[in-house]
């Protein structure tokens, strides 16, 4: 009895080796890493053989196999859904070999910054150019989405030069910065054919007197003087300047001498619109103003000089044929331009004075200093 049961004993445990044999020399799944880390944009491998571990060793290779879930494979490399890439993101995929079946996570980083691949080191623009776009100088790249911002240090109603950071940055924070200058210059300067900088479109950003200066210089010339002075200081400019008509009437017949102050009245609101636009104080109109630019207007008619202009006002002068449209021409004159814009201007007047088919035309401005 003893030496069946000893039997018994030896058959079960050359049976329990035997199956311990057999499940060692089975083959099982093991993968390189818990975990694969890949960057955006690079090629993620679709075949369970990049994942295992010994997988060129491994006899049963074609047993095994990998769940994708809800990604693509194409051309032997995984993608999401909608993408030409696997998006940024973790994917929990599976790979499988008869019963015995293995998690492991694929995450996609991105760490790249955005590329600008089209840039400009300078950017020259006119004083109080309008509706400027700095993103249209710039081209950048990246598979995120992402924007370009620039930092807060020029001021484009300020001449001067300015060092301004351009940045562009990704959705997941990357960025690439460089440093440009934007140089802003006056209206005269650039009259200059090439002065301005054009953006990647072609383009030119333009001030209003700049394009109101085209206007005019496409129109039929007049001759005019035009004349500017701030009395409180010697600094007097005078300049010769081509003019456009600004009405249908322009006769050169004698008539009644008179003012005009349908006209007048249209420069003060046409100079007050403009400073508004450009976030500049309204003047009003005041007697005291009103006084000295009908008094000036009569004045230059024999004596076209600032010699008359009272202490604490600056003005524009100019004598043409009627119809000339003197705010035009001033807007086109930095000397005038720059007095219509002045900060320290409180209040304004106008008038044109009509005699002998000619317009003497009067800007005054009313300073507090």
Not at 44 to 51: E, G, N, P
Not at 54 to 77: Q, R, V, W
Not at 131 to 144: A, E, G, H, Q, R
Request: proline residues 2%; contains cysteine; glycine residues 4%.
């Amino acid at each position: 009895m003893k030496k069946k049961y000893l039997i018994f004993v030896f058959i079960f445990i050359i049976f329990l080796v035997g199956v311990l044999f057999l499940f060692n020399n089975r083959e099982h799944v093991n993968l390189k890493s818990d975990n694969f880390i890949f960057e955006y944009g690079a090629n993620v491998c679709s075949d369970v053989k990049c994942y295992l571990e010994d997988a060129d060793s491994t006899k049963n290779i074609n047993e095994f196999t990998l769940d994708i879930g809800e990604l693509k494979s194409e051309n032997g490399f995984l993608k999401s859904a909608d993408s030409e890439y696997l998006n940024v993101g973790k994917y929990n995929l599976k790979i499988k070999y008869k019963e015995e079946v293995k998690d492991f996570s694929i995450v996609v980083k991105d760490t790249t910054p955005p590329e600008i691949v089209e840039s400009t080191d300078e950017i020259i623009l006119e004083q109080n150019s309008l509706d400027v776009d700095l993103k249209t100088y710039f081209k950048i790249s990246d598979l995120s989405e992402c924007q370009i911002y620039f930092s807060d240090t020029y001021d484009l109603s300020k001449l001067g030069e300015y060092n301004v950071q351009v940045t562009a940055a990704d959705a997941y924070n990357n960025k690439k910065a460089k440093e440009i200058k934007i140089k802003v210059i006056d209206l005269e300067a650039a009259k200059k054919e090439g002065a301005i900088t054009k953006n990647l479109d072609g383009k030119l950003y333009k001030s209003k007197a700049m394009t109101d200066y085209e206007k005019s210089k496409n129109a039929e010339p007049k001759q005019n003087t035009l004349s500017t002075k701030n009395n409180t200081n010697e600094n007097k400019t005078s300049s010769t300047n081509k003019s456009t008509n600004y009405s249908s009437t322009n006769s050169s017949a004698s008539s009644s001498p008179r003012y005009r102050k349908d006209i007048s009245d249209s420069y003060v609101s046409q100079i007050n619109a403009y400073r508004s636009s450009q976030g500049l104080t309204v003047l009003p109109v005041t007697s005291e103003a009103q006084a000295e630019a009908d008094r000036r207007a009569k004045e230059i008619v024999t004596n076209p000089s600032h010699d008359g202009s009272s202490y604490g006002f600056g003005e524009n002068i100019g004598g043409g044929g009627i119809g000339t449209d003197f705010f035009q021409l001033w807007m086109n004159s930095h000397a005038h331009y720059n007095a219509i814009i002045r900060e320290q201007n409180v209040a304004i007047a106008s008038s044109v004075y009509e005699i002998d088919g000619m317009w003497y035309a009067v800007v005054v401005f009313r300073m507090n200093y």
